[in-house]
């Protein structure tokens, strides 16, 4: 391992922190607009051999280039591409006196909250700004006249300011408005407006100056069992008003539709009646009225849409769209009908329709148009066709224009392709969920699973193998596993196989196999592994070298306890003893390019007995949890993916937090350290897959959202981060030319420091002068013992590849001479009142490392006073010391004595005393005084 202090591991966390303020060198990754988007979640994606191809696996009817929640329809049939993206819902549209619109919902452009805006006719935002802080739920515009309805006001703005001209409080959402002359009727869910009583339905005279405006009193139609009105409709020669929603009339005996008396307000005995779900839209031509909702019967017969005579009666004409119209519009000349809604088809000519069908009607009659066929990758809300031949659309969608494809797709992602990023004619229709998609790489085959029963034509439960080009089912590939199943883990093996993981119980009817089994690519015959898995599905696998690691809900595996991880062998088909148990289900694994490290993501809490919150570092060789800890909180990571340099880790799922900074769903790490890099995309979703293209420049960020980092849906193409090419640095804990005794032991240590780089992988050294070689030489592993004589080299090599831009050199060499030691002045008797002795160390080798001393006569030792600065002497002192030099040679302890002559007997003591006057008695015959 690499030697690394907690306080610098510390320093690079902060330092990758400040980084993320203060910008960290690389360019973050930027998104490309081209790439058409899914009107679903998508689960999963595989990238064909060539790199061109973006196959595509979830829950989706469609792809299309992104519109925003509103679009115009050209004469020409083509999609206009406005410039003003409208990012919410559509539910309200009217058209000006000018060719553009005014545009009412609850949508936000470029992130800004906005509700009401104005539109021209190429699809530019005027400056025109209302203040409409509530969803609007209706507009109106009529003779210069712009009439608002928001959940709790009726309201007209100003055409040119955008002002509001007066404001009428309702207790309930305004749904519905219809203009004739002075007359503004509101339809709604309130049961007071302007202070009036009022049951779903009144009148408001808009001639009167504004701080005039009140709801008429005499106009009052009473509902029975009300809950809303929907949809208004004025037949102005009758003197009718045509009011649809969720209601009773006649004493209960007609439901959601009604006419009233355009002047009196009484209710007519019209015979018409909706039954099993409200009115949502009425389209009113010369002799009949057109009705859109979701009740399954009205008039008589026809369910979502039907066409009532005069008398209220059903006609003939029965289009049968398969889920509930929302939006109806009439051509200028009444000549065509459009209808928009959640419906995909029109069960009657049995022809695609999705969101969106075109009528024609001639003599009376109406049939759908055959070659009108414009994709819609959502609920279309509402319609507006008064200009010519063009047609606005809004709704809950972000995507027009584009095509229908059931839960499979392959985009076009080569660049400089002029089909870049729309869909191809691959086009397999799998008749449910697709989880897992993968590609054989020798020979482009896309292997699929999920929770289908059939792809296209073909009989397939669970998984299929499918033709690269066609996308049809190979006949000769047919592994069926048991109705219902799914499968959610598809891993292709380098033994000719695929292993499957999900949640089912057997595989060609016969074979049991619970939640795992391998599958030959030839024939699909079934091989010998046979796991129990057993308390939940398998949802990812992962092989290294004969090895499958399984994660998953599982709780044991042929009757032995594994928590949500294990690993099994292929190749004895026995369960591993490796265990390391999870507190909660495993939903991605990844393996480091060395195979050294298994990467685990999911919604746990704990790995084996380590606290690991959704993210964890293990080994796959020894079960042990690695101290890696990137912090990951608030929901689980469920995709993985590591830079074609290896040095970033690219992580998906639901998460909040990395590190407590804020990284929603979206996030990309150093994986030597798990710093962030500065990142920071705005994902309002689930990120389920990710993936890298070939030459790994290009990220497939692949989901359930609907913005990320721009507003596309479901899967979006970014840029990755460039490599980083900042080579290590490694230092010794030795300095150069350094000597040893060659008895005293030395240790080396060598620490390698990458800054807030990709993170030191490994540092290479020899001890005979050649050169470090990272394919030869032997890996720093612990600290290197010195012996004899060494030319210590050494390098570093990072995660992204970087190799030290220089081989480090430390020459160590033996050297037996101990340090000598003097001190001055030497030994004397002093009669100041003090003394000052310095201590000198001197080693023309390797130089003094330390001196040591004492004054109270005892032998010194390394334990003893280290030598700081000279000594000051007050009294008698036996000075005794010592040096060590670098090589660790110690020199023989010395001595020197000094004595004051200031009287006392100072610190040699009595016998010290006595000796010394003896001697001089013996040298001199007259007395000494002692000062």
Request: hydrophobic fraction near 40%.
């Amino acid at each position: 391992m690499l030697l690394m202090n907690p306080t610098s591991w510390i320093g690079l966390i902060v330092l990758g922190m400040a980084m993320m303020v203060g910008g960290s060198g690389l360019a973050a990754p930027v998104a490309t607009t081209a790439l058409w988007e899914a009107n679903g979640p998508v689960d999963s994606t595989a990238l064909s051999p060539d790199g061109k191809t973006l196959y595509l696996g979830g829950s989706f009817s469609y792809v299309g280039p992104h519109s925003g929640a509103a679009t115009v329809l050209e004469a020409d049939g083509q999609f206009q591409a406005a410039s003003s993206l409208l990012e919410g819902k559509v539910y309200s549209v009217a058209a000006d006196s000018s060719g553009g619109w005014y545009v009412g919902g609850d949508f936000s452009i470029a992130g800004a909250a906005r509700n009401l805006v104005h539109i021209d006719q190429t699809g530019v935002l005027l400056p025109w700004s209302p203040v409409a802080s509530q969803p609007v739920n209706v507009v109106r515009y009529v003779g210069g006249q712009l009439f608002v309805g928001s959940d709790t006001a009726l309201t007209e703005y100003n055409t040119t300011t955008g002002a509001a001209v007066w404001t009428v409080a309702s207790n309930g959402r305004v749904l519905a408005l219809a203009v004739s002359g002075a007359s503004l009727y509101v339809g709604g869910e309130f049961t007071t407006l302007g202070g009036s009583s009022r049951s779903h339905l009144a009148r408001v005279d808009v001639s009167a100056a504004p701080a005039t405006i009140t709801v008429d009193p005499a106009w009052q139609p009473v509902l029975g069992s009300a809950l809303s009105v929907r949809a208004l409709a004025i037949d102005s020669l009758g003197g009718w008003i045509y009011a649809a929603g969720s209601f009773t009339v006649g004493g209960g005996a007609r439901t959601n539709i009604t006419r009233v008396d355009a002047a009196t307000g009484v209710i007519d005995s019209w015979g018409a009646s909706c039954s099993g779900g409200a009115v949502y839209d009425l389209a009113l031509a010369s002799s009949s009225i057109f009705v859109a909702g979701e009740f399954t019967s009205c008039g008589g017969s026809g369910a979502y849409l039907a066409e009532l005579n005069a008398a209220g009666a059903q006609t003939i004409w029965s289009p049968q769209p398969d889920a509930p119209v929302h939006a109806l519009a009439l051509s200028a000349g009444g000549t065509a009908l459009y209808a928009g809604g959640v419906f995909r088809q029109m069960t009657a000519a049995g022809l695609l329709r999705h969101h969106l069908a075109g009528f024609l009607i001639s003599d009376g009659m109406v049939q759908l148009e055959p070659g009108w066929q414009q994709m819609v990758g959502g609920d279309v809300r509402a319609l507006s066709a008064v200009n010519g031949p063009r047609l606005f659309i809004g709704g809950d969608f972000t995507s027009a224009g584009g095509v229908a494809r059931n839960n499979l797709a392959a985009l076009d992602v080569e660049s400089i392709s002029p089909t870049f990023g729309k869909a191809s004619l691959w086009n397999p229709s799998a008749n449910a969920a697709v989880h897992v998609v993968r590609v054989e790489p020798s020979t482009g085959s896309i292997y699929v699973g999920g929770e289908f029963s059939s792809i296209g034509s073909a009989f397939r439960t669970g998984v299929a193998a499918l033709k690269p080009v066609t996308g049809v089912a190979y006949s000769e590939w047919n592994a069926r596993f048991n109705a219902g199943a799914k499968v959610y883990a598809l891993e292709l093996s380098s033994r000719g196989t695929v292993l499957a993981g999900g949640l089912f119980t057997s595989v060609v009817g016969s074979a049991t196999r619970n939640n795992l089994v391998e599958i030959s690519l030839i024939g699909a015959r079934i091989e010998t592994l046979m796991m129990d898995i057993q308390g939940g599905a398998v949802r990812t696998l992962q092989i290294l070298e004969g090895r499958v690691f399984v994660g998953g809900d599982f709780t044991a595996i042929s009757g032995k306890p594994r928590n949500h991880l294990a690993a099994v062998s292929i190749t004895t088909l026995r369960l591993e003893d490796w265990q390391l148990d999870c507190d909660g289900p495993v939903y991605a694994l990844r393996l480091t390019a060395d195979g050294k490290a298994l990467l685990v993501g999911g919604d746990f809490t704990q790995v084996g007995t380590v606290a690991r919150r959704y993210l964890a570092r293990v080994d796959p060789l020894s079960p042990a949890v690695a101290s890696w800890n990137a912090e990951v909180d608030g929901g689980p990571v469920t995709t993985m993916t590591i830079s074609a340099d290896r040095s970033i880790l690219y992580l998906g799922g639901t998460f909040t937090t990395i590190h407590s900074s804020a990284y929603p769903s979206l996030a990309a790490l150093y994986l030597a350290n798990t710093t962030p890099l500065i990142w920071n995309p705005i994902v309002n979703g689930a990120v389920n897959d990710l993936r890298l293209s070939n030459d790994g420049s290009k990220l497939y960020v692949a989901g359930a959202y609907s913005r990320m980092d721009v507003n596309r849906s479901h899967i979006v193409e970014t840029t990755t981060f460039p490599s980083e090419t900042t080579p290590p640095l490694t230092t010794a804990s030795l300095a150069d030319n350094v000597a040893y005794n060659g008895i005293t032991i030395r240790p080396v240590e060598l620490v390698c420091d990458d800054g807030i780089g990709s993170g030191c992988a490994a540092t290479y050294y020899t001890l005979d002068g050649t050169d470090p070689d990272p394919a030869t030489s032997p890996e720093y592993v612990d600290a290197i013992t010195l012996r004899s004589p060494t030319t210590l080299k050494f390098l570093s090599v990072d995660y992204a590849g970087n190799t030290e831009s220089s081989i480090n050199q430390r020459v160590y060499t033996i050297e037996a001479d101990a340090p000598l030691t003097t001190a001055s002045p030497e030994t004397r008797t002093f009669n100041d009142k003090q003394l000052v002795v310095t201590l000198s160390c001197r080693d023309d080798s390797s130089g003094c490392a330390a001196t040591y001393y004492t004054t109270d006569g005892s032998k010194p030792t390394t334990a003893s006073t280290r030598y700081t600065g000279p000594l000051i002497l007050t009294q008698t002192t036996l000075l005794r010391f010592f040096s060590v030099d670098q090589a660790g040679n110690v020199e023989a302890p010395k001595r020197e004595n000094y004595i004051s002559n200031r009287g006392g007997f100072g610190a040699v003591g009595g016998q010290l005393l006595l000796g010394l006057l003896v001697m001089v008695v013996w040298r001199q015959s007259r007395p000494m005084v002692l000062r």
